[in-house]
């Protein structure tokens, strides 16, 4: 039976949260488990240095050298790592544990997801029911889509075009190490990408990308004469 480990994508020593994997058989699996997680191990403290008036929930812990503009929005639960940057706009709601060194951009939102060390979600981003590896990095209006439209379980489609039960009736994405998806596109539910794999600009992906691999696609692009210009 085919089957996705953790390991195959992401370090797991760049993350203080690598108990949530233990007993795991595939790597999206402690998606299902954040907020249990969080209920046994969080203990809310504000360790960062706060920036004119950020909305900050009770069940919440932000590290040392972390920096939170104002504007932005922390419901919780949520457990940010030290030296991040939580800019203006940025709105992280249930369930969010964000690594050591990460970037939270303007009107990007966040939803039950896990990011590891250094990721950098800068600008206008979906991250729901995800998890970005070591240095995973999405471009400007990257989204990564958690529920299929017609709502049933997400389905991996596997590279000979079979698909595979995820378990779950929403999952984003696992990206992972050192990946990069490029500005504008849309993983769509149950997108696995490997480590410093690339998604190209204005692409919509779906299924397994292989790590040291690409994807791309090439619209054409048409030049017409304008009439009456």
């Not at 390991?7 to 020593?13: E, I, N, R, V």
């Not at 706060?50 to 949520?78: Q, R, S």
């Not at 060194?101 to 600008?123: I, T």
Request: net charge neutral; with cysteine; aromatic share 8%.
């Amino acid at each position: 039976m085919t089957s996705f480990p953790a390991a195959d994508f992401l370090d797991l020593a760049h993350t203080a949260h690598a108990g949530l994997f233990h007993g795991s058989v595939n790597a999206w699996e402690p998606i299902s488990r954040l907020g249990d997680y969080l209920t046994k191990h969080l203990k809310p403290a504000n360790h960062g240095r706060m920036i004119g008036l950020p909305w900050i929930g009770p069940d919440v812990f932000i590290g040392e050298g972390t920096v939170i503009e104002p504007g932005a929005m922390i419901k919780g639960p949520a457990w940010i790592g030290r030296n991040c940057e939580i800019r203006h706009g940025a709105y992280l709601r249930e369930n969010v544990i964000v690594g050591e060194g990460a970037v939270l951009g303007n009107s990007c939102e966040f939803k039950n997801c896990l990011l590891f060390d250094g990721v950098q979600v800068p600008h206008f981003n979906y991250v729901g029911d995800s998890i970005l590896g070591f240095k995973a990095h999405l471009g400007a209006g990257v989204i990564l889509s958690n529920v299929r439209l017609d709502h049933a379980e997400v389905e991996i489609t596997l590279p000979d075009g079979t698909r595979m039960g995820s378990g779950l009736m929403k999952f984003g994405a696992v990206i992972g190490d050192h990946a990069e998806i490029g500005c504008n596109s849309v993983l769509n539910p149950g997108s696995l990408i490997g480590r410093h794999g690339l998604i190209y600009p204005l692409s919509q992906w779906s299924g397994v990308l292989a790590d040291h691999h690409l994807a791309r696609s090439k619209p054409a692009l048409q030049i017409i004469a304008r009439r009456g210009a």
